[in-house]
Each structure stands twice: as structure tokens, then as C-alpha cells.
């Protein structure tokens, strides 16, 4: 974390946190400066026990040594009214969380043998990652640059018990002009590496 905000030229006591739900810091919210322009991004954390607070404080050390798993731009939001070529919107709920949102949750469009692998470390050009987007708070997410030959989406979401890293996988329905909706049971185990099935849900 701390490398990434340096490449923003911003100091770490003027990041956000975003904790959701309270006392849990899920991401982190700041401006990145490339140059003379600045844009306002969210990153994503990979969550761990001692990113939970009573108080809702976290030290600019503790935040600083996290690992970013994700990201994607504040306002770059557009209308779902319309079909956009390479667009893609929906929701992910946890099932079994009744049905509650998931969360900051990464999503990344995937395909045929040119498969993404969501890096955990912090290494990763800021800006290079394409087809891939942070559901918000309400586990809605958005995709404006999807490829034609994405063909399945890949959901990275960490268990709220265990404290690490699920992967799901499911195709992409047609037509993608439509809100898609789709469920994962979080609290489930791909203890062999292979992920979990992604479930179509009625919008």
C-alpha cells in the first residue's frame, strides 16, 4: 500500500479508509497524481484480523503495510439505461449472509486461454488493469471495457470468517446490455485451488 500511495504522490495521512461494515477497513480512498492531472481512486485491501477497530482508527503504518488486491476509479460510474459496447453491470450477494451485498469485492472478466490472474501484492501499474472492477458498497459493480471475448467472470471475495481469499467463476448470459445479478456462498471452501461456481440469479 504504502509503494502505490507514493506512486500517487500522496502522503498516507490523507487517505480515506473505507471500512464496510464499520470497523472492518476493507479499502482505502485518495487522489492519485500522475502529472499535472489528478484522479480520485479506491483500492482495495486485502482483509486481515488486525484491520479490525472497535473505534474505527487505523495507524498510517498499519495501512501502510496492507497488501492492494483491487481498484477502479471514483465518478468514472456510467448510466446502465443504455447499451455501451464493452459494457457490463450487476450485483453480487453473499447467500450466505442472507442474501446481503458482497461488498468491495473484486470482479474481473475472463476468457478462453488469455485467463487474468488478480495479483495480491501492490506491484501492479495502477492504471493497467483492464475488464476488472470493486463492487461497492451495495455489491454493485461496473465494466466498460470488456473485451468480446471475455466470456466468464471471476469473482475474488474474502471470507468474512476465515479471512482469505475465495475465488468463484460462472459464465457471462446474454445479453449483457441487462443487470445481471449473481450470488456466491461465502462462507464455503476451495481448499484444492479451484473455484467455486458462480450463481445466476433472477434481476
Same mark, same amino acid.
Given at each position: ?58 495507524? #498510517?503504518? %498499519?495501512?501502510? @503495510? ?10 468514472? *460510474?456510467? &448510466? =446502465?439505461? +443504455? ?75 474474502? #471470507?468474512? %470468517?476465515?479471512? @482469505? ?10 445479453? *449483457?446490455? &441487462? =443487470?445481471? +445479478? ?22
Amino acid at each position: 500500500m504504502a509503494q502505490v500511495v507514493a506512486s500517487c504522490h500522496t502522503l498516507l495521512r490523507d487517505v480515506q479508509r473505507v471500512d464496510e461494515p464499520p470497523g472492518k477497513l476493507r479499502a482505502v480512498e485518495l487522489d492519485c497524481h500522475q502529472g499535472a492531472r489528478a484522479e480520485r481512486v479506491v483500492l482495495e485491501l486485502e482483509y486481515r484480523p488486525e484491520l479490525f477497530s472497535a473505534d474505527r482508527s487505523w495507524s #498510517d503504518r %498499519l495501512v501502510g @503495510r496492507q497488501k492492494v488486491v483491487g481498484v477502479r476509479r471514483v465518478g468514472a *460510474r456510467r &448510466s =446502465a439505461s +443504455r447499451c455501451e459496447p464493452g459494457s457490463l453491470t450487476g450485483t453480487i450477494v453473499d447467500l450466505d449472509n442472507d442474501r446481503g451485498p458482497a461488498a468491495f469485492t473484486t470482479v474481473a472478466a475472463t476468457g478462453g486461454d488469455d485467463r487474468r490472474v488478480i495479483s495480491r501484492s501492490g506491484d501492479v501499474p495502477l492504471f493497467e488493469l483492464v475488464d476488472q472492477a470493486v463492487t461497492d458498497a451495495r455489491g454493485v459493480f461496473e465494466l466498460h471495457a470488456l473485451a468480446p471475448a471475455r466470456r466468464r467472470l471471476s469473482v475474488f471475495f474474502f #471470507d468474512p %470468517l476465515g479471512d @482469505r481469499m475465495l475465488e468463484f467463476d460462472g459464465p457471462i448470459p446474454e445479453p *449483457r446490455c &441487462s =443487470a445481471l +445479478r449473481f450470488g456466491i456462498h461465502g462462507r464455503a471452501r476451495n481448499d484444492d485451488q479451484t473455484p467455486l461456481p458462480l450463481v445466476p440469479l433472477a434481476p
